[in-house]
């Protein structure tokens, strides 16, 4: 069972560039969010989805896009990146419903922006 | 809406003493409470939750918290630390009604366990 599935690792991008960081989760949960992490500042809630078809924004969804076009996948997208983007990016997923709040993470996609 | 402090970014202790990290939320309403723990270079891993009933959570590695209503706390212990807790632990709540459940965090607390 691989959990969260989060590609690249690592990444180094220009200022202006475009990428997608790649989630997979093979446990069939119905909500996926992405976080960034910076340091002192905890994990940030980025987008987030309850299901196929359905995104969300989160607290920081500026320069980020999403789209969840089945239930495994959840890839997040910078159309043009910035230096302030430089993160690392955890993806993490869970069932839905009355208390079923616990998250799994991936490991972490650690974005640097020249 | 709701927020999460952790009063302390950096606790140092030497192995075999005893811990206790700060948390304390704000919420209008009724929320659950986790405690999340990040190993260098890993993502999150769940510590324990407190989602209703008695009020001490008992987690994995002799971690436990205790929710405090009242004083809207929810500290992280453990009697005796080892080498291995060393990690960035965080605090996180979630509001029990919202559609979307979403997790707040807060900023973390570097635990660095000392021989």
């Known amino acids: 069972n691989a959990g969260v599935t989060q590609t690249p690792k690592f990444q180094v991008l220009k200022t202006g560039q475009s990428m997608t960081l790649q989630c997979a989760q093979d446990?069939?949960?119905?909500?996926m969010s992405w976080y960034r992490q910076d340091p002192g500042m905890g994990l940030r809630l980025i987008h987030y989805?309850?299901?196929?078809?359905?995104?969300d924004q989160g607290e920081v969804p500026n320069g980020y896009n999403v789209s969840r076009s089945t239930t495994e996948d959840f890839p997040l997208r910078l159309l043009s990146a910035a230096p302030s983007q430089t993160s690392v990016y955890f993806c993490?997923?869970?069932?839905?419903?009355?208390?079923?709040?616990?998250?799994?993470f991936g490991a972490g996609s650690r974005l640097t922006v020249l | 809406a709701q927020s999460v402090t952790q009063l302390d970014s950096q606790v140092p202790v030497f192995e075999e003493a005893p811990v206790e990290l700060r948390c304390n939320y704000s919420s209008s309403v009724s929320v659950y409470l986790f405690w999340y723990v990040q190993y260098p270079n890993q993502g999150l891993q769940l510590l324990l939750k407190?989602?209703?009933?008695?009020?001490l959570v008992k987690g994995i590695n002799g971690f436990e918290a205790e929710f405090n209503k009242s004083q809207t706390s929810f500290h992280l212990r453990k009697p005796s630390v080892h080498i291995s807790d060393t990690a960035e632990y965080f605090c996180?709540?979630?509001?029990?009604?919202?559609?979307?459940?979403?997790?707040?965090f807060g900023g973390g607390t570097r635990l660095m366990v000392k021989p």
């Open positions: 446990m069939n949960h119905e909500y």
């Open positions: 996180a709540v979630s509001a029990t009604k919202h559609a979307g459940n979403m997790l707040t």
């Open positions: 407190y989602l209703s009933g008695s009020t």
């Open positions: 993490a997923s869970r069932t839905t419903g009355e208390g079923a709040n616990v998250l799994t």
């Open positions: 989805s309850v299901g196929a078809g359905i995104t």
